[in-house]
């Protein structure tokens, strides 16, 4: 069942790659989950030993979800203290999220004995300041545990992870040939006396703090460092030993007093043999809670079918910006370092307006107020094959302009339409419709099943809506069946099979369609793709002439049997003017 419960506020989670723990906490605050928003679930009072008025008792089912709203007085780190009971024997995982966002996928509950048993799972996430919200959503068939309440606790202190590869670096270098790093590499330093690596560290207000440095020393001997900030040791030949080899990453923490905004923290190589390799630098101090001010006005500066380049003035900030975040229509769509002003948003549609805006984000995850909107008209989208003729049939999002044989046959997916194979033998036709020359040009693969993929061309003299009155072309290895009304066999003649090299039908090939009504012949011509290659060089498979057929219908791809799963991807079509009807343009 469903039922839902109004909930306080919503939760936004800030994307704070670079905090990554809590410390000094404040007193929780409680939500019950009987005041949350329930999805699959009932509220109960059955069980003994729970808080508040009852608990949430979740329904069987994966999906079902309970959420909570929860207010934080300020941005920063705290602790999600999840009370449940569990009677079964098996754990119920579920995946947490804030905003949306997950912090834990497969999160563990395991049984408690019996369903008066309470226990608490412990996780942290990043809160912002205002309205929150956590949801809790089972990933199994045996649905959520039964939950009690969320304890938040909050964080008078953050710690912030600065990787070493993004540091100042003297006789020293940036490497990844060792496991276990966090970021995208570790920094080596060079063996020899004096080289560094040097953070710039930002603090809301001066204060004593915890700096802790992640290093590997797969030697047998000390490599020990100067740790100075601002130019004054502060731990002088500070031991860093042995990890018992370069895989095994170990912490060490030491305290020093840092300047409110701009510091330097810089560990130096004392000894002929250097440093160890550096990981990282943790900082624990006071929490930011002033976010930056808004980005100025953007401007393009470039624009393409997808995407458009923008500038705007630099915001300002008491410890320093991280990050600018773009949107485009209230999607996030790019995110650029604080050092930059100009930046890119992706994933937009061609030829078309989009309302563009700018926020600013510091470390300690604070977000600026949006700048002003900025709209922009996206270009019409080039295709792959350099022919301005070619017009796009598929949006990769919807299947707007496709009329499906049955809604529960055909989707989208990753940006294909997908054949589910759920309804049976069908089809799903392109509207517009088809007077006879077209070229046709597609990716296609099969995702599973043993029968060849289909797409159905010409008519005779009604519009194709099923196999029976198309003809039936097999791509990519030029398989055919003509099921036009008075020639339901295998064609005979009409085709001309060509010999190539048999493709993988599970993978993705490319093929062409061209078909030219006045003289009744359709080729097909297609190759193989590789996963860093947008198109390949075609040859030709199969060829068809028939004088009778090439008179009507709209072009159409077919599940041939249930349970088989087809995909199809980059379609274009030419028609009904196409510039060399009788030739390919994919296989020069």
Not at 154 to 165: F, G, H, L, R, V
Not at 194 to 205: A, I, Q, R
Not at 422 to 428: H, M, P
Request: glycine share 10%.
């Amino acid at each position: 069942m469903s039922r839902t419960v109004p909930v306080l506020a919503v939760l936004t989670l800030l994307a704070a790659a670079l905090i990554g723990g809590v410390a000094q906490a404040a007193a929780a605050t409680r939500y019950e989950a009987e005041a949350a928003t329930i999805s699959k679930g009932v509220f109960e009072a059955s069980h003994t030993g729970f808080s508040g008025t009852g608990y949430v008792n979740g329904d069987n089912v994966s999906g079902s979800y309970l959420e909570f709203s929860v207010t934080a007085p300020s941005a920063g780190p705290a602790t999600l203290a999840l009370r449940y009971a569990n009677g079964t024997t098996a754990n119920r995982p579920a995946t947490i999220t804030v905003n949306g966002t997950a912090i834990a996928t497969g999160q563990a509950f395991n049984g408690t004995g019996n369903w008066d048993t309470w226990a608490t799972a412990t996780l942290t996430a990043t809160l912002q300041a205002g309205a929150n919200s956590v949801r809790i959503t089972a990933t199994t068939a045996n649905g959520n545990p039964n939950l009690d309440f969320l304890d938040v606790t909050m964080s008078s202190t953050q710690d912030i992870a600065y990787q070493a590869e993004t540091a100042v670096l003297a006789q020293a270098a940036v490497a990844s040939n060792h496991t276990g790093f966090t970021g995208t590499g570790f920094v080596d330093y060079v063996n020899t006396t004096g080289g560094y690596v040097e953070w710039m560290v930002n603090v809301p207000e001066a204060a004593r703090t915890t700096l802790t440095l992640r290093y590997a020393n797969g030697t047998t001997a000390n490599r020990p460092l100067d740790i100075s900030v601002n130019g004054t040791v502060v731990a002088a030949g500070q031991a860093f030993n042995p990890t018992t080899n370069w895989d095994t990453w170990a912490d060490l923490a030491i305290t020093a007093s840092l300047n409110e905004g701009t510091n330097t923290v810089r560990a130096t190589a004392t000894g002929t043999a250097g440093g160890p390799n550096l990981d990282k630098l943790t900082v624990s101090g006071p929490i930011d809670s002033h976010p930056p001010t808004a980005p100025g006005p953007p401007s393009q500066t470039d624009i393409t079918s997808a995407s458009v380049t923008v500038t705007w003035a630099a915001s300002a900030d008491d410890v320093g910006v991280a990050f600018y975040d773009l949107f485009g229509d209230g999607r996030a769509c790019g995110t650029v370092s604080g050092q930059t002003t100009t930046g890119t948003c992706t994933g937009l549609s061609a030829d078309a307006d989009h309302v563009i805006h700018v926020v600013a984000r510091d470390a300690a995850g604070n977000v600026s107020p949006p700048s002003p909107d900025l709209t922009v008209h996206t270009t019409v989208a080039q295709n792959p094959y350099g022919d301005p003729y070619l017009v796009s049939m598929f949006d990769g999002s919807t299947l707007d302009g496709w009329t499906p044989h049955a809604a529960a046959g055909w989707t989208v997916k990753s940006g294909a339409i997908h054949g589910t194979g759920t309804a049976g033998r069908g089809w799903i036709y392109y509207n517009k419709q088809q007077t006879g020359t077209f070229r046709w040009i597609f990716n296609v693969r099969q995702v599973s099943g043993d029968h060849a993929p289909t797409v159905l061309i010409w008519g005779t003299t009604t519009p194709i809506r099923d196999a029976l009155s198309a003809i039936q072309f097999q791509p990519p290895n030029g398989g055919h069946w003509d099921y036009r009304p008075g020639h339901n066999n295998g064609g005979g003649s009409l085709f001309t099979q060509f010999p190539h090299t048999k493709w993988d039908i599970h993978n993705w090939s490319q093929c062409e369609l061209v078909a030219n009504q006045s003289t009744g012949q359709a080729r097909m011509a297609c190759c193989p793709l590789t996963a860093s290659a947008p198109t390949c060089t075609a040859v030709e498979v199969l060829a068809f002439k028939d004088t009778t057929a090439g008179q009507v219908g709209p072009l159409a791809i077919q599940i041939h049997n249930s349970g088989i799963q087809d995909e199809y991807r980059g379609l274009y079509l030419e028609s009904p003017v196409v510039v060399n009807p009788d030739g390919f343009i994919t296989t020069g």
